[in-house]
């Protein structure tokens, strides 16, 4: 008797743990734009801030909007936005907000919440405001990327006295671009990587300085691109070759071709953070005559 009621209790768990959820957003903002489509960004989808799957739809009998996540396990960490980190949920005094935080199978399968402000209609602290060195230029807003079928922007940074000169530059590769130089398109701070370049070259500590190629990741198809395998439970993950094919068939050429660039392997290093810094070591596997340095953060 006592390990059938265990086997039930078991199988009791797991049907709760395994219940689809319910967000309703019963308030927000008053200058919300209209129009506007309100997303779940968070650890379920890659903090992707614009995933259709994870887009608010609106209740008109109810007056308010809902999304239904399907069953899960474990815990979610989450925050609301209207596609973009600019526009991020705050609180009432447009201040940040820790991650809002749900586990499966232990709370209600239906979260009423309110969104009190978003970060850039206003508030009491200053808007974002761009940030990026005048050494950082936009290569192009819409690089194409054949290998993947897509466009990206890709952002680079010149080394002091670049102009001036007639030397030949090592050259690094970033992930996440947005991340790398501004403030205003950054996730949750940039990584300040031109202000500290351009203080290296200033106090002479800087080896001669680098050219920094820093490529935007593609919002809801970053997991896609920065895993090289499928993930069979989520369906995700599995471009991460096209991607690096992308960066050596591609990108790179284009770099050595338009700037004075060492193209040896020893001058030329590829980096990222997170799912980025995966990305990056595969592709220094993928292609170690290509990538003679690799910076996983």
Aim: aromatic share 12%; glycine share 10%.
């Amino acid at each position: 008797m006592k390990k059938v009621f265990s086997r039930l209790l078991a199988r009791l768990r797991r049907r709760t743990t395994r219940s689809p959820v319910t967000f309703r957003l019963t308030a927000v903002p008053a200058n919300t734009p209209a129009g506007a489509t309100i997303y779940l960004a968070g650890s379920c989808n890659g903090w992707t801030t614009d995933d259709p799957a994870y887009a608010f739809s609106f209740d008109p009998a109810a007056g308010d909007y809902y999304l239904t996540l399907p069953p899960g396990r474990g815990a979610l960490d989450y925050k609301f936005c209207r596609g973009s980190w600019v526009t991020i949920e705050t609180d009432a005094d447009n201040l940040a907000i820790p991650n809002r935080h749900y586990l499966f199978g232990q709370q209600n399968q239906v979260v009423e919440q309110q969104i009190l402000n978003w970060e850039d209609q206003g508030g009491s602290i200053p808007p974002r405001q761009h940030s990026a060195s005048p050494n950082v230029h936009i290569l192009a807003p819409a690089f194409a990327m054949p290998q993947l079928r897509r466009t990206r922007r890709v952002w680079v940074y010149l080394p002091p006295g670049y102009e001036g000169s007639t030397r030949r530059y090592p050259v690094l590769y970033l992930q996440d671009g947005q991340n790398i130089f501004d403030q205003y398109t950054s996730f949750a701070g940039e990584w300040g990587v031109d202000e500290t370049l351009d203080a290296l070259a200033a106090s002479g500590h800087d080896l001669g300085g680098c050219l920094v190629v820093a490529v935007d990741n593609g919002g809801r198809h970053r997991l896609d691109e920065y895993s090289p395998w499928r993930n069979k439970r989520t369906q995700r993950g599995g471009e991460g070759a096209q991607y690096v094919d992308f960066l050596v068939n591609t990108l790179k050429p284009y770099i050595d071709h338009h700037y004075r660039t060492q193209t040896d392997r020893d001058s030329t290093g590829v980096a990222g953070s997170s799912m980025g810094g995966l990305l990056a070591t595969y592709a220094a596997l993928r292609y170690p005559a290509v990538f003679g340095r690799v910076g996983v953060l």
